[in-house]
């Protein structure tokens, strides 16, 4: 039997077992239909092949696809017709009653927890201010749980699995996402064209990884310099993280920073001489903006209006109760909330072991592949309603209610054969630790070096800390190196003046 993992041997615990995948090799070119994408072969992603310094020195010949451990990988070839003939018919049946219960059950959960901790840690109750500063702390981040978990249910509004009522649907969604100032019906469209171009670097409207050439202009060089950059310190990357964490959901929100930013495409004229960024008019509120078409518009403007009434009813409170307690009872929750989001989805995207595609190598299902499942534990699975656990097959069939979403998992194994990626490597704490692993891992992607054809624009993720693949040596012209040359003069010159 074959085994489904993403991670080098002797540091991935199966979650799930697949049977023996599928041996053909690809050989039918991309195609930009769901319906049409092609049979896929194993990859050596599996636990059998990963992970250690042979692996990698097998594969120092040029011209084969190689994943960032430095495994070989061969492009997926199945459809989207055997995935779904796979999935057994009541895994699409979706429950209104049964969603509006999870609804409750969230709702019921953030009521009590505010109400006991505004009940039971007063000074009169717990006389130690440390005491009561340590369960405040503990009371945002259960919120944050629970907040999250509240916005995974309207996430399911929004894919139309909540409920066979479309009304329903839009209505819960539009209500649970607003009071957590998401943009419902903005964030809907947006998010509907991720899961349409997913894995595809010229259009995915969500996560869209740097290339070398991006890597390289952000970090001051060029993009042939890459493969001899040293490494990048712990701290720095941990910094980063931070910042990622904290502010990566609203400054997405607000200038699409993860996002592709070829919006000259956009078929209305909406993206002319605009651009991701700060006031770039590329934002999830401004009803212009090249995310969005002219019919839109009303949509925009609604969920502007339901993050009004939810920035009204803060006010309110703040001049009520005093901003003091405005911060530990919503923003700091709020926070929690935004911190897990970005984790889950950078998470779902971010692994060594993952391809992405240049327009003319991609396809429905080969983007939806590009996904990989993970283990949060009690947390994932219950209070986050499996996001985490099950968001290959969500790629897939995303009209799937979570509750069935761990058995139609388990039915498209079989056709994926190896390519169905999950890393459960120590649970829950694995899971936390796969953030900082990613970001040392992932730094940009490009293709494998000597790769021609079809097979160049697949690419990979690449670092420079020395971690997997090697980054490709790349050719260099000349002049390029003359001015390499002279940058590293002119820098070594302002460091001797200033000594």
């Not at 819960?172 to 998010?191: M, T």
Request: proline letters at 5%; a neutral charge; hydrophobic letters at 35%.
């Amino acid at each position: 039997m074959s085994s489904a993992t993403a991670t080098p041997r002797g540091l991935a615990l199966q979650r799930t077992t697949t049977t023996d995948s599928m041996t053909s090799s690809s050989t039918t070119p991309a195609s930009g239909s769901p319906m049409d994408s092609p049979r896929q072969s194993a990859s050596s992603t599996s636990l059998s092949s990963m992970g250690s310094t042979d692996v990698l020195d097998a594969y120092t010949s040029k011209g084969k696809m190689i994943d960032g451990y430095g495994n070989e990988f061969k492009i997926p070839d199945y459809t989207i017709k055997q995935i779904r003939d796979a999935i057994p018919a009541h895994c699409l049946e979706r429950s209104g009653a049964r969603g509006l219960a999870y609804v409750a059950r969230d709702i019921i959960s953030l009521g009590t927890t505010f109400f006991l901790f505004n009940r039971f840690v007063t000074p009169e109750v717990i006389p130690s201010t440390p005491v009561r500063a340590v369960l405040w702390a503990l009371y945002t981040f259960i919120q944050g749980l629970f907040g999250t978990g509240l916005w995974v249910l309207a996430h399911e509004c929004g894919h139309q699995s909540f409920s066979p009522s479309k009304k329903l649907n839009d209505t819960v969604g539009w209500i649970c996402h607003s009071a957590l100032l998401v943009p419902y019906f903005s964030w809907k469209i947006s998010h509907g064209k991720h899961h349409k171009a997913t894995g595809n670097v010229a259009r995915d409207m969500v996560h869209t990884p740097k290339t070398r050439e991006v890597y390289a202009s952000r970090v001051g060089r060029f993009a042939h310099e890459l493969h001899e950059l040293t490494e990048e310190t712990p701290i720095a990357t941990f910094l980063h993280l931070i910042v990622q964490q904290i502010g990566g959901w609203v400054v997405y929100l607000f200038t699409n920073v993860t996002g592709h930013d070829n919006h000259e495409r956009q078929p209305e004229g909406r993206g002319v001489g605009k651009s991701n960024g700060w006031f770039g008019g590329v934002n999830h509120f401004n009803p212009s903006s090249p995310l969005y078409e002219a019919k839109d518009v009303k949509l925009i403007l609604l969920s502007d209006l339901g993050l009004a009434i939810t920035l009204s009813v803060l006010t309110l409170l703040g001049r009520t109760y005093g901003m003091a307690n405005l911060t530990v009872w919503y923003i700091f929750p709020y926070l929690w909330v935004n911190h897990w989001l970005v984790a889950i989805t950078f998470l779902q995207h971010t692994d060594p072991s993952l391809p992405h595609y240049e327009p003319e190598s991609w396809n429905f299902a080969r983007g939806a592949a590009a996904t990989i499942d993970r283990e949060f534990g009690f947390i994932g699975r219950h209070l986050l309603h499996g996001i985490v656990e099950t968001h290959v097959l969500h790629h897939y069939v995303s009209t799937i209610p979570f509750y069935h979403a761990d058995e139609a998992t388990e039915a498209i194994k079989p056709v994926m054969g190896e390519h169905y990626r999950s890393d459960t490597t120590n649970g829950s704490l694995g899971f936390i630790a796969s953030m900082y692993k990613c970001a040392r891992w992932c730094n940009w992607v490009e293709p494998s070096e000597g790769t021609v054809g079809e097979e160049k624009g697949v690419l990979f993720y690449r670092n420079r800390n020395g971690l997997g693949a090697k980054p490709a040596a790349l050719e260099v012209s000349r002049e390029k190196k003359m001015q390499s040359m002279q940058n590293d003069r002119a820098a070594f010159t302002t460091g001797t003046d200033s000594e």
